[in-house]
């Protein structure tokens, strides 16, 4: 698809990725409808979408909600006049122990990361199909394709229901003219951590993982599963972009990612084991760090 010209929304955009590829397509072009519940951070993506030149629309934006996301689509229609590129980035990770995670949590990330996707498309789809042209874009991550590199089950649970949900919508929409992208990013630059719930063990090492993941906040190369590349939502945004024009479904942020998924399909078994002695190595460090703090 030639971006140049056509209007996008994308939602979770007023900062990370999201933010990342509204201004990639407006480099490229595209007039961008942002939402969002965060709107200082629109207003501040909006501005630099306009000083690219580009027409852009904030609307702010509870994906959790299909009247909310029916709302943007009713707001986009009316004041651009058409849309041609639906990105369904908005999400949100939570981590802990799974015997720990409560119900309601459960229902916080799948109507964030899961349902979001699926009300974008319910809502979108019949206009796309109808005018037989158009590009759905869904951010999932390199958790949906190997499950084993995020311990957070609930997390990698979305991830992987957002890649099978893409491949089956891709499968649907195939020489119907609407192409189909699914991101699955690794370690990128953002602040998803400062969003992140995280579920407390009450093991009494509660405040010692606290500082722990600060660390490796601050410092992401020195979490224990080296070597590690961390890039930047930038290029994220890049890769979006691009998949759009050349109509590309399966976005890989990082080439060690490609490598591990690789090694799911040839072994699952010692992948899990691998993992599971990187994760010991974290309490290791956990329980080290927590006797630095007595």
């Given at each position: 698809m030639d971006i140049q010209g056509k209007v996008a929304v994308v939602t979770g955009s007023g900062s990370g990725i999201g933010k990342a590829i509204a201004l990639s397509l407006a480099k490229e072009g595209a007039d961008v409808v942002l939402a969002d519940i965060n709107e200082a951070g629109m207003k501040e993506v909006s501005e630099e979408i306009i000083k690219l030149g580009r027409k852009t629309l904030s609307v702010k934006t509870d994906v959790a909600k299909l009247e909310s996301i029916q709302n943007l689509f009713d707001q986009t229609l009316a004041e651009m006049g058409k849309v041609d590129i639906l990105v369904n980035n908005a999400g949100v990770h939570m981590s802990g122990p799974f015997n720990k995670v409560t119900l309601d949590d459960w229902k916080w990330m799948m109507d964030i990361n899961v349902w979001s996707v699926?009300?974008?498309?319910?809502?979108?789809?019949?206009?796309?199909?109808?005018?037989?042209?158009?590009?759905?874009?869904?951010?999932?991550?390199?958790?949906?394709?190997?499950?084993?590199?995020?311990?957070?089950?609930?997390?990698?649970?979305?991830?992987?229901?957002?890649?099978?949900?893409?491949?089956?919508?891709?499968?649907?929409?195939?020489?119907?003219?609407?192409?189909?992208?699914?991101?699955?990013?690794?370690?990128?630059?953002?602040?998803?951590?400062?969003?992140?719930?995280?579920?407390?063990?009450?093991?009494?090492?509660?405040?010692?993982?606290?500082?722990?993941?600060a660390s490796f906040s601050e410092n992401p190369q020195s979490r224990p599963q080296r070597p590690f590349q961390v890039i930047s939502a930038r290029d994220v945004g890049n890769m979006a972009a691009n998949a759009i024009k050349e109509n590309k479904f399966l976005v890989i942020t990082h080439e060690e990612d490609k490598k591990n998924i690789q090694k799911r399909a040839n072994d699952i078994q010692r992948l899990i084991q691998r993992r599971a002695d990187v994760v010991s190595e974290r309490e290791v460090m956990i329980h080290k760090l927590l006797q630095t703090m007595k």
């Open positions: 699926i009300y974008g498309v319910h809502v979108f789809l019949p206009y796309f199909l109808e005018k037989g042209a158009g590009h759905i874009v869904n951010t999932a991550s390199i958790a949906g394709q190997v499950g084993v590199l995020d311990a957070a089950v609930p997390y990698t649970t979305t991830k992987f229901a957002v890649v099978g949900f893409s491949e089956s919508l891709a499968l649907f929409l195939n020489k119907k003219g609407i192409g189909v992208t699914v991101i699955c990013p690794g370690v990128v630059e953002t602040n998803i951590g400062k969003g992140s719930r995280r579920i407390k063990a009450e093991d009494g090492l509660d405040e010692a993982r606290e500082k722990l993941y």
